[in-house]
């Protein structure tokens, strides 16, 4: 048997070299090619042939537990999020799915009350069907968070920071820092895909496993949907493996090869959206709209943000008073794809409260304080100024008059 076929340590816990050097440079180390390919070849196989009876001889033998062009990619993403070992599932989803496994009956989850729609269904079959109780508190306070920690029952710690869509920060340090003293043995997990590994790395603040929806920056084109685990520790690496590799969730060749090929541009392409997000947003707040980007002065948690990542990232969103006036603004861009997602190069606008976040009840996102009028805006490499003045166009014909248009 290949057993653990897809292992991913990375060798160097820390990278060599800037991170947008590491993203660059896959380790040629990681599958070994015959002809010295460019290239991490695509090995679209499901079966490895053995050299003996016994099964051995071979590294892999049976894709889903493991593949080269996989393992190529686990090994990068190890490097790039500091993780012991890192693993590519089908969908962010999916490695929401495998972290969740780790919980028994009757043991509980704290999650945030920000959460990213999926998150919040897949939670709520997990307390239905599995005899999970999952808390859901305002993360932005460690004190919620300690108040539901229980030493025996608490399982995972589940954060988003910034939280989507309302870009909530969670003060992650902290929070790893309480829930290891008070539950040893709780796991804290980060939901990372609106900062990227990029902008920041929560596997050094700490946390036991990060994950993301490939699907957004890593891939960075919409072109495919994937999910990426990382974790701190041999012990968390050998459960998820065990779960990826019994439930058959791990990400297919194609796919991988496709994330492969993406991750390494993400950093030029966070940069420049990064840059253009902070001047869009500069340019809502002088309409005197209320932002919530934590790379604006005027956010309470600039500076918490700012001790955390290293930049605000891309995506933003913006309360308008009225549902009417943000559907006709949403309706009358043009540059901007009226859509569900980010981390996309395109430029992207929507309502999460009739779009991506439709799933939580109207109820329950009245008790959480997510406004319906909320326009998210995920921005991409667009030239700025065709963003700031289609978002100008689009504000007049809903009616609002743009007082400073920074477009010139
Ligand atoms: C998109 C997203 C997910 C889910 O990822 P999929 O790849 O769509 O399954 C989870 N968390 C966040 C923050 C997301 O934006």
């Known amino acids: 048997m290949a057993v653990d076929a897809s292992s991913s340590s990375s060798s160097a816990k820390r990278p060599a070299y800037h991170l947008a050097t590491e993203l660059v440079h896959i380790d040629s180390d990681a599958v070994k090619d015959n002809y010295n390919a460019a290239s991490v070849p695509i ?12 099964g051995s001889g071979g590294q892999y033998d049976y894709s889903r537990s493991g593949n080269p062009t996989r393992t190529a990619v686990e090994v990068h993403m190890a490097k790039i999020m ?9 969908t962010g989803m999916t490695a929401l799915d495998v972290i969740l496994r780790l919980v028994k009956t009757g043991q509980e989850v704290i999650a945030g009350d920000d959460l990213y729609g999926g ?4 939670l709520t079959y997990v ?6 109780k999952v808390h859901n508190v305002d993360t932005t ?21 910034p939280t989507n869509p309302m870009i909530k920060i969670a003060d992650i340090r902290t929070i790893a820092d309480k829930v290891h003293d008070i539950c040893p043995s709780a796991l804290v997990v980060v939901d990372n895909t609106m900062m990227s590994p990029y902008l920041q790395n929560t596997l050094e603040m700490g946390v036991d496993i990060e994950y993301h929806s490939g699907t957004k920056y890593l891939s960075g084109h919409h072109d495919l949907m994937a999910g990426v685990i990382g974790c701190r ?3 968390v690496g050998d459960l998820l493996y065990f779960v990826i590799n ?9 796919d991988s090869w496709l994330l492969l090929r993406g991750v390494k541009t993400l950093g030029i392409r966070m940069e420049k959206q990064q840059s253009n997000a902070i001047q869009i947003a500069d340019f809502l707040e002088a309409q005197g709209l209320k932002v919530h980007y934590p790379g604006l002065k005027s956010n309470p948690q600039y500076e918490l943000h700012k001790s955390l990542s290293s930049g605000p990232g891309a995506v933003l969103s913006f309360e308008t008073g009225d549902v009417g006036l943000s559907e006709r603004i949403v309706e009358s861009a043009r540059l901007w794809g009226i859509s569900v997602s980010f981390g996309c190069v ?13 799933s939580i009840p109207a109820e329950v996102r009245k008790q959480r304080q997510l406004p319906e009028d909320l326009i998210r805006l995920c921005v991409g490499i667009e030239h700025v100024e065709d963003l700031i003045n289609d978002l100008t166009n689009a504000l007049e014909i809903a009616g609002i008059s743009v007082k400073q248009p920074v477009s010139n």
Request: charged share 25%.
């Open 233 to 235: 520790t041999k012990e």
């Open 346 to 358: 395109n430029s992207l606008i929507s309502m999460p409260c009739k779009m991506s976040h439709a």
């Open 246 to 254: 019994a439930s058959g969730s791990g990400l297919g060749p194609l």
């Open 141 to 161: 306070d460690p004190t919620k968070v300690e108040e539901k920690l229980d030493p025996i029952k608490t399982r995972l710690v589940l954060l988003e920071s």
């Open 43 to 54: 090995y679209q196989t499901a079966t490895f042939k053995q050299q003996d009876a016994d």
């Open 82 to 90: 500091s993780a012991e070992r890192a693993f590519v599932v089908s």
């Open 119 to 122: 998150t919040n269904r897949l």
């Open 127 to 132: 307390s239905q069907f599995n005899g999970v």
